[in-house]
Protein backbone atom coordinates (compact mmCIF):
# COMPACT_ATOMS: atom_id res chain seq x y z
CA UNK A 1 0.00 0.00 0.00
CA UNK A 2 1.74 3.48 -0.66
CA UNK A 3 0.47 6.30 1.24
CA UNK A 4 0.93 9.86 0.13
CA UNK A 5 1.15 12.89 2.17
CA UNK A 6 1.00 15.61 -0.41
CA UNK A 7 1.95 19.67 0.94
CA UNK A 8 1.74 22.87 -0.89
CA UNK A 9 0.46 26.43 0.29
CA UNK A 10 -2.76 27.38 -0.96
CA UNK A 11 -2.39 27.96 -5.28
CA UNK A 12 0.21 25.51 -5.33
CA UNK A 13 -1.62 23.01 -7.30
CA UNK A 14 -2.37 19.92 -4.73
CA UNK A 15 -5.72 19.59 -5.99
CA UNK A 16 -4.92 19.93 -9.66
CA UNK A 17 -1.79 17.01 -9.23
CA UNK A 18 -3.60 15.01 -6.85
CA UNK A 19 -6.39 14.60 -8.80
CA UNK A 20 -3.95 13.32 -11.56
CA UNK A 21 -2.23 11.33 -8.73
CA UNK A 22 -5.60 9.38 -7.94
CA UNK A 23 -6.43 8.41 -11.02
CA UNK A 24 -3.03 7.31 -12.33
CA UNK A 25 -2.15 5.42 -9.07
CA UNK A 26 -5.54 4.70 -8.13
CA UNK A 27 -5.60 6.35 -4.87
CA UNK A 28 -8.31 6.74 -2.27
CA UNK A 29 -8.24 10.48 -1.76
CA UNK A 30 -8.65 11.33 1.83
CA UNK A 31 -9.99 15.26 2.38
CA UNK A 32 -10.38 15.83 6.02
CA UNK A 33 -12.11 19.35 4.20
CA UNK A 34 -14.29 16.88 2.40
CA UNK A 35 -14.65 14.62 5.85
CA UNK A 36 -15.67 17.77 8.11
CA UNK A 37 -18.20 18.55 5.11
CA UNK A 38 -19.65 15.18 4.77
CA UNK A 39 -20.15 14.40 8.81
CA UNK A 40 -21.84 17.75 9.11
CA UNK A 41 -23.98 17.03 5.99
CA UNK A 42 -24.95 13.92 7.56
CA UNK A 43 -26.94 14.92 10.69
CA UNK A 44 -25.37 12.74 12.69
CA UNK A 45 -24.03 14.44 16.36
CA UNK A 46 -20.43 14.51 15.84
CA UNK A 47 -21.92 16.57 12.81
CA UNK A 48 -23.62 18.41 14.34
CA UNK A 49 -20.88 19.01 17.03
CA UNK A 50 -18.92 19.92 13.77
CA UNK A 51 -20.99 21.89 13.00
CA UNK A 52 -21.38 23.63 16.11
CA UNK A 53 -17.68 24.22 16.81
CA UNK A 54 -17.52 25.94 13.09
CA UNK A 55 -20.32 28.25 13.85
CA UNK A 56 -18.58 29.46 16.60
CA UNK A 57 -15.23 29.95 14.58
CA UNK A 58 -13.17 27.90 16.44
CA UNK A 59 -10.83 25.05 14.65
CA UNK A 60 -12.28 21.16 14.96
CA UNK A 61 -10.36 19.56 17.37
CA UNK A 62 -7.46 16.88 16.63
CA UNK A 63 -9.57 14.08 18.09
CA UNK A 64 -12.68 14.40 15.75
CA UNK A 65 -10.90 14.81 12.90
CA UNK A 66 -8.24 11.59 13.95
CA UNK A 67 -11.55 9.39 14.47
CA UNK A 68 -12.80 10.52 11.00
CA UNK A 69 -9.50 9.81 9.38
CA UNK A 70 -9.29 6.44 10.82
CA UNK A 71 -13.05 5.52 10.35
CA UNK A 72 -11.88 6.71 6.49
CA UNK A 73 -9.30 4.27 6.51
CA UNK A 74 -11.11 1.55 8.02
CA UNK A 75 -13.63 1.89 5.34
CA UNK A 76 -11.39 1.76 2.67
CA UNK A 77 -8.74 -0.65 4.10
CA UNK A 78 -8.62 -2.67 0.96
CA UNK A 79 -7.57 0.45 -1.31
CA UNK A 80 -4.24 0.74 -3.09
CA UNK A 81 -3.36 3.24 -0.59
CA UNK A 82 -4.24 6.85 0.35
CA UNK A 83 -3.33 10.63 -0.40
CA UNK A 84 -3.96 12.11 2.27
CA UNK A 85 -4.55 15.86 1.80
CA UNK A 86 -5.13 18.72 4.82
CA UNK A 87 -3.65 16.28 7.05
CA UNK A 88 -1.53 15.83 8.99
CA UNK A 89 -1.04 19.64 9.60
CA UNK A 90 0.60 19.27 13.11
CA UNK A 91 3.69 17.28 14.04
CA UNK A 92 1.59 15.61 16.66
CA UNK A 93 -0.94 14.51 13.64
CA UNK A 94 1.34 12.98 11.83
CA UNK A 95 2.85 11.04 15.00
CA UNK A 96 -0.96 9.92 15.31
CA UNK A 97 -1.10 9.19 12.05
CA UNK A 98 2.18 6.96 12.26
CA UNK A 99 0.83 5.03 15.38
CA UNK A 100 -3.05 4.69 13.25
CA UNK A 101 -1.61 2.97 10.36
CA UNK A 102 0.33 0.10 11.45
CA UNK A 103 -3.29 -1.08 12.34
CA UNK A 104 -3.78 -1.48 9.07
CA UNK A 105 -0.14 -2.61 8.00
CA UNK A 106 1.12 0.51 6.74
CA UNK A 107 2.78 3.62 7.00
CA UNK A 108 3.04 6.98 5.49
CA UNK A 109 5.34 6.08 2.25
CA UNK A 110 6.20 9.41 1.34
CA UNK A 111 5.31 13.44 2.09
CA UNK A 112 5.30 15.27 -0.90
CA UNK A 113 5.80 19.24 -1.10
CA UNK A 114 4.95 21.23 -4.26
CA UNK A 115 7.42 24.19 -4.38
CA UNK A 116 5.82 27.64 -5.44
CA UNK A 117 7.30 31.10 -5.09
CA UNK A 118 5.08 33.43 -3.40
CA UNK A 119 4.71 36.06 -6.03
CA UNK A 120 3.45 32.92 -8.02
CA UNK A 121 1.22 32.03 -5.35
CA UNK A 122 -0.71 35.15 -5.40
CA UNK A 123 -0.75 35.65 -9.23
CA UNK A 124 -2.56 32.06 -9.69
CA UNK A 125 -4.48 32.48 -6.44
CA UNK A 126 -6.13 36.52 -7.58
CA UNK A 127 -6.72 34.57 -10.90
CA UNK A 128 -8.50 32.00 -9.54
CA UNK A 129 -10.12 34.21 -7.32
CA UNK A 130 -11.88 35.94 -10.26
CA UNK A 131 -13.06 32.75 -11.64
CA UNK A 132 -14.53 31.41 -8.99
CA UNK A 133 -15.62 34.11 -6.62
CA UNK A 134 -14.02 33.01 -3.75
CA UNK A 135 -13.05 36.30 -1.61
CA UNK A 136 -10.06 34.52 0.37
CA UNK A 137 -8.76 34.27 -3.20
CA UNK A 138 -9.42 37.81 -4.30
CA UNK A 139 -7.68 39.77 -1.35
CA UNK A 140 -4.03 39.85 -1.33
CA UNK A 141 -3.23 40.38 2.61
CA UNK A 142 -5.92 37.22 3.24
CA UNK A 143 -3.62 35.19 0.86
CA UNK A 144 -0.57 36.43 2.24
CA UNK A 145 -1.79 35.99 5.83
CA UNK A 146 -2.68 32.29 4.43
CA UNK A 147 1.00 31.64 3.00
CA UNK A 148 2.28 32.56 6.05
CA UNK A 149 0.25 30.45 7.97
CA UNK A 150 0.93 27.24 5.89
CA UNK A 151 4.66 28.07 6.28
CA UNK A 152 4.65 28.44 10.06
CA UNK A 153 2.42 25.24 10.44
CA UNK A 154 4.31 22.86 7.93
CA UNK A 155 7.40 23.05 8.88
CA UNK A 156 7.71 21.50 11.47
CA UNK A 157 5.55 18.74 9.61
CA UNK A 158 8.18 18.72 6.52
CA UNK A 159 10.98 18.38 9.61
CA UNK A 160 9.50 15.42 10.83
CA UNK A 161 9.25 13.62 7.60
CA UNK A 162 12.21 14.53 6.64
CA UNK A 163 13.65 12.75 10.13
CA UNK A 164 11.96 9.55 8.16
CA UNK A 165 13.65 10.41 4.86
CA UNK A 166 10.05 10.22 3.21
CA UNK A 167 10.21 14.18 2.32
CA UNK A 168 10.24 15.22 -1.17
CA UNK A 169 10.30 18.39 -2.82
CA UNK A 170 9.00 18.60 -6.40
CA UNK A 171 8.83 22.25 -8.28
CA UNK A 172 5.37 22.85 -8.60
CA UNK A 173 5.53 25.67 -11.60
CA UNK A 174 5.43 25.40 -15.34
CA UNK A 175 3.02 23.12 -17.49
CA UNK A 176 0.95 21.16 -15.53
CA UNK A 177 1.92 17.96 -17.28
CA UNK A 178 5.30 19.01 -16.27
CA UNK A 179 4.71 19.19 -13.14
CA UNK A 180 3.14 16.06 -13.15
CA UNK A 181 5.81 13.98 -14.74
CA UNK A 182 8.38 15.81 -12.14
CA UNK A 183 5.74 14.40 -9.68
CA UNK A 184 5.29 10.86 -10.57
CA UNK A 185 9.45 10.60 -10.84
CA UNK A 186 9.23 11.63 -7.46
CA UNK A 187 6.40 8.93 -6.53
CA UNK A 188 8.18 6.06 -7.97
CA UNK A 189 11.32 6.66 -6.49
CA UNK A 190 9.50 6.16 -3.07
CA UNK A 191 7.00 3.13 -4.15
CA UNK A 192 7.82 -0.17 -2.52
Not at 2 to 16: C, Q
Not at 34 to 53: C, F, P
Not at 156 to 179: C, L, R, S, T
Request: aromatic letters at 8%.
Amino acid sequence: MFNLVIFGPPGSGKGTQSDKIIEKYQLKHLSTGDLLRAEKRSGSELGKEIQRIIDNGELVPDAMVQQMVKAFVEKNKDANGFIFDGFPRTVQQAQWLDQMLPDFNTSVSLMLSLDVEEDELKKRLLSRGAVSGRADDQNVSIIENRIQVYHHQTIPVMDFYKKQMKYAKVEGVGDIDDIFKRVCLTIEKYMK
